[in-house]
């Protein structure tokens, strides 16, 4: 039996407890599955590739058929240089559906051999995105209840703040 194995990829700027779900949602269902990391030089990131790898790997790290890699470029050509047969993305919302459903069909007609795979995330995480926890954490405000704490307390530190009290 062949194993099958599903790309997960994302910016990860940072990792959420959303992400963590739909990671975890994912190896239920897959064999293997790679958190793909972009480089993202398109996009000014709060962290270095590094760090949001390390932040991935740590908050994934009981979950032993996940690995977590760095891509650069399509992700469809990642995908493909794998074997990776599955792409999974998740969906919040309509919006999401909208955007992510044009981007599974151009995927499609650059890699007929992979399939998309949407998932949502469990109800306490659907408004949970990376950019919101970024922008809340830059005011001041409390992101502990959305991400890790491992990931809380490198957002305090590259934010230069102390965990409260």
Do not use: W
């Not at 949001?52 to 493909?80: H, K, N, Y």
């Not at 792409?87 to 044009?102: C, W």
């Amino acid at each position: 039996m062949a194993h099958v194995l599903a790309i997960y990829p994302g910016t990860f700027d940072p990792i959420t407890l959303g992400h963590e779900d739909l990671v975890r949602r994912a190896a239920r269902l897959f064999d293997r599955v790679i958190v793909a990391v972009a480089i993202a030089h398109h996009k000014k990131t709060l962290f270095s590739l590094d760090e949001r790898m390390e932040m991935a790997r740590q908050a994934l790290a009981d979950c032993p058929q996940v690995q977590v890699e760095s891509f650069e470029g399509l992700v469809t050509e990642f995908t493909a240089a794998r074997g990776g047969t599955a792409m999974v993305r998740g969906l919040r919302s309509g919006t999401d559906f909208d955007y992510e459903f044009q981007l599974a069909g151009m995927n499609r007609a650059l890699v007929p051999g992979v399939e998309t795979v949407f998932l949502t995330p469990a109800s306490q995480y659907q408004f949970i995105s990376s950019t919101l926890v970024r922008e809340i954490g830059t005011l001041g405000g409390d992101v502990a209840q959305f991400v890790s704490p491992g990931v809380h307390e490198r957002l305090l530190h590259k934010l230069g703040r102390t965990a409260a009290a």
